[in-house]
Every structure is written in structure tokens, then in C-alpha cells.
């Protein structure tokens, strides 16, 4: 009876090892996304905005996208509420 026991635990055994997966979880995961904001005024020409929520590393930011690339402002920031009207929205990808 107990040489059936293992030749059962020796089979599931070798079985588990053949049927692994090669699985490998990422080294390192980058976020692009704002980690401060700053409250001065953009000088620069915004062709796009978006909003960032607030998750993770990521704080609550407006994204202005300019010539000279993207700018984390405050969304608290007094004129940031004007300047967003009249500004297309950012096109998100899915």
C-alpha cells in the first residue's frame, strides 16, 4: 500500500515540475506621470490639456502640452481654470 502512496507522490511530483510556465515578473516598472506641480504661469504656447488624477507616486496635476513638451501645474492654481477654456482637451489612447 505504502509503495502505491509513493509512486502516486513521485508521479504528481515530476508532473509539477514539467508543467511549470516560465513566468517572470518585471524588474522595474516607470510611471510617466506628474510628481509635482508647479503653480507659475506658462509663458509658452499650450496646445492640449489634460487631467492626471492623483494615484501612487502620481499627484493631482493639470498636463499642459506645449511646443516645448508637457508641464504639471496645479489645478488649484487660480489661472489654470481660466486658461483651460478654449484649450482642446488631450486624446486619450486605449
Not at 506641480?37 to 499642459?64: M, R, W
Not at 501645474?73 to 486619450?92: H, L, Q, T, Y
Request: hydrophobic letters at 35%.
Amino acid at each position: 500500500m505504502s509503495r502505491y502512496i509513493l509512486s502516486a507522490v513521485l508521479l504528481v511530483f515530476l508532473c509539477s515540475l514539467t508543467k511549470q510556465e516560465d513566468y517572470r515578473r518585471p524588474t522595474k516598472i516607470t510611471t510617466t506621470c506628474c510628481k509635482s506641480v508647479s503653480s507659475g504661469l506658462i509663458h509658452t504656447k499650450i496646445t492640449a490639456y489634460e487631467n492626471q488624477p492623483a494615484f501612487d507616486a502620481c499627484v493631482e496635476a493639470i498636463v499642459f502640452h506645449t511646443d516645448k513638451g508637457k508641464i504639471c501645474s496645479n489645478p488649484k492654481a487660480r489661472w489654470v481654470e481660466r486658461k483651460i477654456k478654449g484649450i482642446p482637451m488631450f486624446p486619450k489612447t486605449e
